[in-house]
């Protein structure tokens, strides 16, 4: 009987390991997927930046891709800033779900910016900064528990701030500067507790600057000028003790 036992104790954990082994190999295929599908939303790159996006070599050798060290098959971070690529941003980048760094700026990205982002609850660092983006800022990066920095700066992008990025409670960054965004700045921004670096300067904003800006007693930089707002400066943004200056 206890011979029985252990061959059954055996068989189990060799089930298991079988099991957690496939499971790695395919989010490992999945990721893979998921970068080559960004790369066929590419259309022109003229650096050769992703020539070494291929079966040949491992996608974790792939330049502009990190992989994590406790699980190395894992995407964690997609480095690509100033390489000249033109494209749109696939949604397959939600599938990659261990992803806690996007950085693609100063490229000529153009589109929107997928709603399936929103979906990444391990990203802390989002920089889309000096490309072509329209549409809007989605609501679903509120989702993002773990954001510290939104950039955005340089962009076509309109519509409203989403007032639920004050979900971001880890939120340090919001630079959406030089876009073409539209209607107030959101009572709630004024209630992310370690909002540090604030530039919405030179869009289309309206209405007035929100009182609630004077409780953000770790901003450092506000950048609010060249927009269309109304009445007075809030008088508790005088509690700003930290405000260095505006960008």
Known sequence: MELCYHL???????????????????????????LLSFKSHISSDPFGVLSSWNESLHHCQWQGVLCG????????????????????????????????????????????IPVEIGYLNRLRFLNLSMNFIEGII??????????????????????????????????????????????????????????????????????????TLGNLSSLMILGLHQNNFEGHIPDSLSNLTSLLGSV
């Not at 190395?72 to 390489?83: E, F, I, N, Y």
């Not at 000249?84 to 760094?101: D, K």
Request: hydrophobic share 40%.
């Open 138 to 211: 989605p609501s679903t990066l509120g989702n993002c528990s773990n954001l510290q920095v939104i950039a955005l700066r340089y962009n076509n992008l309109g519509g409203t701030i989403p007032p639920n990025l004050v979900q971001c409670k880890r939120l340090q960054a919001i630079d959406a500067g030089y876009n073409f965004l539209t209607g107030g700045i959101p009572s709630e921004l004024g209630h992310i507790p370690q909002l540090r670096f604030l530039a919405l300067h030179v869009n289309n904003l309206t209405g007035s600057i929100p009182s």
């Open 69 to 112: 060290k406790h699980h190395p098959d894992r995407v964690t971070a997609l480095l690509l800033d100033s390489k000249q690529l033109t494209g749109s941003i696939s949604p397959s980048l939600a599938n990659l779900t261990f992803l806690q760094r996007i950085s693609l700026s100063d490229n000529q990205f153009h589109g929107i």
């Open 8 to 34: 059954l104790t055996i068989h189990i954990l060799f089930c298991l390991s079988s099991i957690t082994l496939a499971a790695n190999l395919f989010n490992s295929k999945t990721d893979a997927s998921a």
